[in-house]
């Protein structure tokens, strides 16, 4: 069975820093997807970033990047010049072809 | 605007009470989740339906009820509330899930 371990359960950085939030997996399948997910406080759950297994390029949107360590089975969330509205709950997740296991959670306050 | 509705989005209600908590999508997608959000913030997959006529149990045990007579349509059903089912409920719908979830807003409920 696939698993997703976050193992920092809360963070907290300056408005402007660059943080990162770490993610593990375990698989035995070869095909398959990452993401990345933001819970704001009390405001619906989004998706931030995902990334094809078999691609070696991390994938970016904006400010969100991410480091894919595919041997390593790792999946790193860098947000770069971090701002207030990213505060959140940042879930990392697998997905296969029929549903996605999702990591603990990281709880990640940006302080003014 | 495709997306997914989930009402009601706050819930108070006394213990033995039967309630129904709503989830429909604008998308077409055949699969369908139903998650159990604990105060921790972590993810329990308690229900999910690959299409109409199929529903699952998932992960956590619940003693709610799905059902999915309509694609779009996947409401959960709890037949007497209890203490223990306070909690946020998120559903979710994907077409593919490599490619990610659509979440809904979320319920909030509160059992007295």
């Known amino acids: 069975a696939q698993t997703v371990t976050q193992s920092q359960p809360e963070m907290s950085v300056q408005e402007a820093e660059t943080v990162t939030l770490s993610c593990t997996y375990d698989?035995?399948?070869?095909?398959?997807?990452l993401f990345w997910y933001k819970q704001p406080p009390s405001r619906q759950m989004i998706l931030v970033i995902r990334q094809e297994a078999y691609k070696q390029q991390n994938a970016t949107e904006n400010r969100f990047s991410v480091n894919f360590q595919k041997a390593a089975k790792s999946f790193s969330l860098k947000i770069s010049d971090s701002q207030l509205g990213d505060t959140a709950m940042y879930f990392c997740?697998?997905?296969?072809?029929?549903?996605?296991?999702f990591g603990q959670g990281t709880r990640l306050t940006i302080n003014p | 605007e495709a997306d997914i509705y989930q009402t009601p989005r706050y819930l108070v209600i006394g213990t033995g009470k039967k309630i129904t908590l709503e989830c429909s999508q604008t998308m077409g997608h055949d699969k369908m989740y139903w998650y159990q959000q604990d105060p921790g913030m972590e993810l329990h997959l308690i229900h999910y339906?690959?299409?109409?006529?199929?529903?699952e149990k998932g992960d956590l045990s619940s003693e709610s009820t799905v059902s999915r007579i309509r694609t779009e349509h996947f409401p959960l059903t709890l037949e007497s509330a209890r203490p223990s089912h306070t909690s946020q409920y998120l559903c979710?719908?994907?077409?593919?899930?490599?490619?990610?979830?659509?979440f809904g807003s979320g319920t909030r409920l509160t059992v007295v």
């Open positions: 339906s690959y299409g109409v006529n199929s529903t």
């Open positions: 997740a697998w997905g296969g072809a029929q549903k996605l296991v």
């Open positions: 698989t035995s399948e070869s095909n398959y997807y």
């Open positions: 979710a719908s994907s077409d593919f899930p490599n490619y990610g979830y659509t």
